[in-house]
């Protein structure tokens, strides 16, 4: 083993170890493999940048801009309100309109983009069915999953195996090359979920007596009494918080003497800030009676015009938020936005240390205060979505019918195999701005970069598996110890690592590690390659074992899951689509 392979390795082993504790987001992981690879020498400079200029790079950046056209103009949002008009009050109606409108759009978008735009729609119509969450919003992340084998613009990982098939000099993969597979995989794991996973899924702090309505999401809030207040010159017991609100005091910070620990005694001062543990319902009420003031809120004396500006929502943080791995204090949120967090729950626990100085997570769902105008724009650049309220359909949806011509266009150019997909979605990116669906500035502020910066990375990866070598001598090593007549063994072997990497990193970066050493191990065999690959985008895209996956992470608060709730409905999830993938891609694609 040489050098350049053993330096490879720790590369990979450090990138495994980063992506698995999420200290650091995907993408800035994805530009540090990138400049390690070329500062110690396994690939050249030119080598390093040589994805971002690849066609997978630009078919990617072609339909990161379509797909933002068809939501932007409200293209999608309609489709969806149409469809949950027609769910009427039936749970099971709900599941299979919410699962297969998430998988329908799956499959032409992310599932990170699909779980993201149905989750306020399946929170609102659970509410209004008075059915727990967490029954839909597991149900829903898997739906957008499992569509990632419909197409193969379905997910960004699998242009990272078309994209690493060429460089092998193989034929990319087409449009609906996956699908014969996809389809199998997406009606047998939805049966899965209706009849057997949601049932596996534990309904979490419910009110007594009532199993049908979920109780309210808890936070530490902080606030301070204003000279108004009722509670002034008060002591705690006085107040009945416990009694009238279901609120306790956590912490007192006053001015000129610091913290003080609350007890039944404590006097309340003008200008105490105090921490308060409550749930979400609860806070809205103390800030309607006037008894706490947010930071963000108007000075008492403005008009009530004025001050009816300034609401509360509660909010799931994106993937492609400009948030994710940032402070509150580093942000100065409130100074720029003029928005308070007043509380943060991340996977299913309340935040208790100084929220300020916490770094934001994807997913994340966080109790905010500020004027409804801003948190509106907020939203619409894709850094939260509102989960408090329903989503209403946009006004302005005049381009919504071209959005959607171009985009039938472009794919339909590329499934024809008139034009490669990177020049048809080029040319559609075109169409919609000429036709001004979007502007470039909308398209450009909403579009999801880190998935293009990621890919153009983790090419220049796969890359440097093939020129340092180490792909080729594992993939030796590997043919010595099963020797030749182990074909079907090996497809196995090469679908289960893709899925177990595919756990803690990301689902380009497992594909990126195993398909180099898979294909050598083909070549080396005399079998068929684009078995192992296809087999490997199957495996990657396999993430339901571990709540890591984003379309995951962001329904984890809502429906109010634990850790072993994904290992308990993922694991038998992803034994059926291994034996789905080992029947059927060798049939497809012969070995």
Known sequence: MTLPMILLIVII???????????????????????????????????????????????????LLLTTALIKTGLVQMATSRIVNQVRDDPNRLFWIVSLGTAGMGSFTSNTA????????????????????????????????????MTSIATSTNMVVSG?????????????????????????????????????????????????????????AEVEIPKKSPWVEKEIRQIDLRGEYDISIINIERPGEGEIKPSAKTTLHAGDQLVLDGDRDAIFALNEHKTVRFTSAPDEDLPEAVKKKYGMAEVVLLPTSSLVGRTLRGLSY????????????????????????????????????GDTETIASLESADNFRIISDTIEEPKNTKKAPIALIIFVLSIGLAAANILPLAISSMIGALLIFLTRCITPAEAYKSMN????????????????????????????????????GHAYLLLAAFFLLAMILTQPMSNQAAAVVVLPIAI??????????????????????????????????????PGNYRFMDFVKVGSLLSLLIFGIAMLMVPWLWPL
Request: charged share 15%; with cysteine; hydrophobic share 50%.
């Open 334 to 369: 409130h100074k720029r936005f003029g928005i308070q967090v007043l509380g943060i729950q991340r996977r299913g626990k309340v935040l208790r240390e100084r929220l300020l100085n916490e770094r934001l997570q994807v997913g994340d769902q966080m109790l905010i205060h």
């Open 449 to 484: 970069w880190s998935a293009l910066i990621l890919i153009g990375c983790m090419l220049a990866l796969g890359k440097a598996m093939d020129a340092s070598g180490l792909a080729t001598y594992l993939a030796g090593q590997l043919v010595s110890w099963t020797g030749t």
């Open 164 to 220: 690493l098939l060429t460089s092998y000099g193989l034929a990319p993969m087409g449009i609906f090359e996956l699908t014969p597979i996809g389809i199998p995989i997406l009606i047998v794991g939805l049966l899965y979920m209706f009849f057997i996973g949601r049932k596996l899924i534990p309904e979490r702090d419910l009110e007594e007596n009532n199993r049908t309505l979920p109780r309210n999401t808890r936070y530490y």
């Open 13 to 63: 082993f450090i990138a495994i170890v980063l992506f698995a504790l999420d200290v650091v987001p995907a993408d800035v992981i994805g530009i540090g493999i990138m400049v390690s690879l070329v500062v110690t020498g396994i690939l050249t400079p030119e080598e390093g940048i040589l994805g971002f200029g690849s066609e997978t790079a630009i078919k990617t950046l072609g339909l």
């Open 114 to 149: 699909s779980t993201a735009f149905f989750l306020p729609v399946t929170l609102s119509v659970s509410k209004k069915l008075k059915q727990h969450p967490s029954k839909m919003l597991m149900s829903m992340a898997f739906a957008a999953i499992l569509s990632s084998s």
């Open 520 to 557: 050598q191990t083909a070549l080396q065999l005399g079998l068929n390659p684009r078995t192992f690959a296809m087999m490997i985008a199957v495996g990657a895209a396999t993430s339901y074992i571990t709540p890591l996956e984003p379309a995951c992470m962001m329904v984890y608060g």
